[in-house]
């Protein structure tokens, strides 16, 4: 039976596979459980398996570039057939958060591009509503803090409160691959997404944030009880 989180993690990842035909152009996630995935695809790659990827970070392009996966940029692959990337919650409508490991921007960028994307996740990040986790929201340097100021604004105008916390690397802030702040929303409980990704986008200190609405197509949740594909991974 599987137990720990790495194997559950893994089991997703493995399913996730299966969506993958040779020839695609996919977009590579970035995060603990995409990193089981972009494994298990090199392993592919190295039994001749031909796809071409666009990663999401700069990590996982030197995990993809170690395992001889080939690579290409967004400019270079505009339009993808597939992207398989984690999330750090998702609700039964797949409506997802995402950037805990920083790389929202990039990973939205390269969803949209994609004609399908597939979550892979574990039973952990299943939430009723979403909220549980931070909300990361990437923000330009330039007048941070007057920005963050608006996006707590912003939040209590919706009826949130909580924290909103500049994402540390031990005393500097944290940078994100494109260069830019982000900051760690401990709103709690999202009732309305939507209206709070439309809050945020308004602010225009605000590059991106970590709501994902409408872009996942289906879900591959790895349980105790076996893996699970909620949505239509199909296409």
Do not use: N, Y
Request: proline share 4%; aromatic share 4%.
């Amino acid at each position: 039976m599987i137990q720990s989180a790495e194997e559950l993690k893994r089991a997703a990842a493995e399913l996730a596979l299966d969506f993958v035909a040779p020839g695609m152009r996919l977009g590579l996630g970035t995060g603990s459980t995409a990193a089981h995935f972009v494994d298990l695809l090199g392993a592919k790659v190295r039994a001749g398996f031909k796809v071409v990827c666009v990663p999401t970070s700069e990590r996982t392009r030197l995990q993809a570039q170690s395992l001889g996966i080939a690579l290409a940029t967004l400019d270079e692959l505009p339009q993808l057939d597939l992207t398989v990337d984690g999330a750090d919650e998702f609700d039964d409508s797949l409506r997802l958060i995402k950037g805990g490991g920083g790389a929202l921007l990039r990973e939205k960028i390269v969803a949209a591009a994609s004609t399908r994307m597939v979550v892979i996740a574990d039973e952990s990040k299943h939430v009723e509503t979403l909220g549980r986790f931070p909300l990361p929201v990437e923000i330009d340097r330039f007048g941070a803090r007057a920005t963050q100021l608006q996006v707590e604004a912003a939040a209590r105008e919706l009826g949130l409160s909580g924290p909103v916390d500049m994402r540390r690397r031990g005393e500097a802030p944290f940078v994100s691959d494109g260069g830019h702040f982000i900051l760690d929303c401990g709103f709690g409980a999202l009732p309305d997404p939507e209206a709070l990704a439309a809050r945020l986008v308004a602010i225009p200190g605000v590059v991106e944030h970590g709501l994902f609405l409408g872009m996942a197509s289906a879900v591959v949740v790895a349980s105790a009880h076996g893996v699970r594909t909620l949505g239509q991974a199909g296409g």
